[in-house]
Every structure is written in structure tokens, then in C-alpha cells.
């Protein structure tokens, strides 16, 4: 059964706790401003459960060469292999790296991608950021939490 509340699920992939942080500022911002919200690691999240929502942010971080973090392995690769329905998704994905690496926020595009072939829907383009990442993602939330209270005005 496919949901069509407003609630967003923010769900971080994570090894040395960037993303969480993130997820967890996002998840206080959309506390203050009354926004529904979830939060919860990738490893926690179970397939099936994309069934049961409609709007996601993947906020993940990239490592190794491009790959995910350990614990979101299983997540992103059910992802990257279509092994779940996402058709029905309202997405955005965030993804932390560094640019000095080669394939910078490799693991965040490559859930981009695979949630748009699997038929889900952009909320906003991808955003990727480098290693100082604090001011471009508090500018980032601020416009997003703009655009969910116009969102609930209508
Ligand atoms: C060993 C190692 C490998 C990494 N590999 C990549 C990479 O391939 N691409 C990238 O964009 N960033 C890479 N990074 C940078 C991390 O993604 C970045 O530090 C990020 O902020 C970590 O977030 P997290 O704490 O949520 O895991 C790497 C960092 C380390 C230490």
C-alpha cells in the first residue's frame, strides 16, 4: 500500500558520522518548523519500507573509490540493481565526498541515477558537497524548508 502523506524520510549512509550530522540538522530544522518528518541509517531501512512512503532524501556519503559507506552497502546495491519499487517516489539525494578523489560523490550520484531509471521523481537536483560542507548544505536546507512551509500554504 503506497502512501500519499507528506511525511519525508530522511534516510543517511554514513562511516564517520558526516552524514548522520546532516541528516540529524535537517531533521531539527523540519522539527522547529512542524514539517513531518522520519530519520533513520540505511542499514535500518528495510526495502519493503520504500513501499510504504512517498518522499525520500538520501543524504550518503562516498568511500573507498567511489563505493558506499560499509553499512549502507546492502542498501545501495538492492538501489544501484533495481531490487526495489521506487516508481512511486518523490526523491533527493545529497551526497558528502571530497573533490580530491576521483569519483567525487560517486556513491550519491549512482543513487541519483538508479532512482531516476527506476521511475522516481526529483524533488530537487542532486547536491554535492565537498569537505566544507556546512555553509552550502545550511543554505541548501534553508531553501528547502522555504519551499515545504510554501508547500503546506497552498
Ligand atoms: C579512505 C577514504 C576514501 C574516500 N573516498 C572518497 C571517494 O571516492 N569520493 C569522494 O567523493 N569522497 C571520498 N572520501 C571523502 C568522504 O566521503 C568525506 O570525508 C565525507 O565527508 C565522509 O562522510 P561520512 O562521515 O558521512 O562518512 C573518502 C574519504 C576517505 C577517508
Redesign the pocket.
Known sequence: MQSQDSTLHIIFG???????DLANRLAGRCKNEGIAHTICSAEEWPLERFSEVRRVILIF???????P?DDAIDFCESLYDQKAEVAHLDYMVI?????S??????CARRLDEALEAGGAKRMSQRLDLD?D?DKDFDAWTESFIAGELALQRL
Open positions: 554514513t562511516m564517520t558520522g558526516n552524514s548522520e556519503s562516498t568511500w573507498g573509490d567511489g563505493e559507506p551526497g558528502l565526498g571530497d573533490t578523489y576521483d569519483d567525487f560523490c560517486g569537505i560542507f
